[in-house]
Each structure stands twice: as C-alpha cells, then as structure tokens.
C-alpha cells in the first residue's frame, strides 16, 4: 500500500467518525417568539442575536437548523427542546 492510499484510507475513516447531525427546529402556532428564543439561549446555549434569528427563520422558512454536532451530543438537547413543547428533530 502505498503512502497516498494509506492517507486517503485514515482520511475517509476520520470523515466516517465525524458525521454530524443536526437539530432541525419546526415552526409551530403554538409558542411566542420570545419562548423559543429563550429556549435556544438555555437549551442550544445560542447568544441571544443566534436564537433571534433563527426564531425569525423558523417562522418565515417553516425549519432551521439550530445546533450541529456529533448525535450524542444532540440527543439531550433535543429531547429537552421536546420536553419545552418545541418541534424538533435530529437529522
């Protein structure tokens, strides 16, 4: 095996091991701008221009994606955005 195979190969394991998700938010009639705000703030640990702008997209675009990362590290976050009464899905 040469050295530029060897490479390649650890390079597509590394890319294989990283995969990241992310928590999609779903617009909904239900909770204020400033709860979902909040909860970005708490939950996604946004700054509050992050959570406001996604709050915006979410509202006018029906989704945004609010947090990117390894599933693990999402799961809880996502669960929680859940258990706050948001729509939310990890993809």
Do not use: W
Not at 19 to 45: A, G, K, M, P
Not at 61 to 78: D, F, I, M, N, S
């Amino acid at each position: 095996m040469s050295t530029i195979e060897k490479i390649q190969e650890e390079l597509d394991v590394l890319v294989q091991e990283t995969r990241e998700h992310e928590i999609i938010l779903y617009n909904d009639d239900v909770n204020t701008f400033d709860f979902v705000i909040d909860s970005l703030v708490n939950v996604c640990d946004h700054t509050l221009e992050q959570a406001e702008q996604c709050t915006i997209l979410v509202h006018y675009k029906g989704q945004c994606a609010v947090k990117t990362g390894e599933y693990k590290e999402l799961e809880p976050r996502c669960t929680k955005l859940l258990e706050l009464g948001l729509s939310a899905e990890i993809v």
